[in-house]
T-cell receptor
Framework: DVKVTQSSRYLVKRTGEKVFLECVQD?????MFWYRQDPGLGLRLIYF???????EKGDIPEGYSVSREKKERFSLILESASTNQTSMYLC???????????FGNGTRLTVT | ELKVEQNPLFLSMQEGKNYTIYCNYS?????LYWYRQDPGKSLESLFV?????AVKQEGRLMASLDTKARLSTLHITAAVHDLSATYFC????????????FGKGTSLLVTP
């Protein structure tokens, strides 16, 4: 079974802090994704990566950056956290476009 | 911009009844995905529909795709309490298979 592991289940950070959310997958998947999930808005794509060191902006990349130095790891970075980035963050991966996404358990981030 | 609309957004139904959830999307795509999310949990893949006319069934759930109408349906047959969850459809927004746009989800409650 594919396992997508997010390093933290809950995080509380202060406004202005730099925040790192880590995600690791164990199935050698090429493609990795970061989504945020907010009530009433569904899931929105922040960034994705289809190869090591490659990244593409999703629909809401502002205020975020990503890093993919190794195939199995995809990090989401909040350069200067703001209260409107309080959300559930979901990491996902898949092998190819014919395969479903496999999601991690999510990180609930609160920015105060 | 791709719009993915689900309806209804909330659905309360009695055990044993049948119902259909609809997913409309605004641009051409021949790939559509259905996911389930239980409260406090992450998303789990239900179906991957990869062509016009595709139909998949698993237990009491059946999904279909009409790419010409830009419509997918998720049909529930003889609902049971265990099906209570939020159901999301997602569409490949860039034709690349790399990124999915999600609907806002349909929150289903099955009552005795």
């Amino acid at each position: 079974d594919v396992k997508v592991t997010q390093s933290s289940r809950y995080l509380v950070k202060r406004t202005g802090e730099k925040v790192f959310l880590e995600c690791v997958q164990d199935m050698d998947h090429e493609n990795m994704f970061w989504y945020r999930q907010d009530p009433g808005l569904g899931l929105r794509l922040i960034y994705f990566s289809y190869d090591v060191k490659m990244k593409e902006k999703g629909d809401i990349p502002e205020g975020y950056s990503v890093s993919r130095e190794k195939k199995e790891r995809f990090s989401l970075i909040l350069e200067s956290a703001s209260t409107n980035q309080t959300s559930m963050y979901l990491c996902a991966s898949h092998r190819d476009s014919h395969s479903p996404l496999h999601f991690g358990n999510g990180t609930r981030l609160t920015v105060t | 911009e791709l719009k993915v609309e689900q309806n209804p957004l909330f659905l309360s139904m009695q055990e044993g009844k049948n119902y259909t959830i609809y997913c409309n999307y605004s641009t051409t795509s021949d790939r559509l995905y259905w996911y389930r999310q239980d409260p406090g949990k992450s998303l789990e893949s239900l179906f991957v529909l990869l062509s016009n006319g595709a139909v998949k069934q698993e237990g009491r759930l059946m999904a279909s795709l009409d790419t010409k109408a830009r419509l997918s349906t998720l049909h529930i047959t003889a609902a049971v309490h265990d099906l209570s969850a939020t159901y999301f459809c997602a569409v490949d927004s860039r034709g690349s298979g790399y990124a999915l746009n999600f609907g806002k989800g349909t929150s289903l409650l099955v009552t005795p």
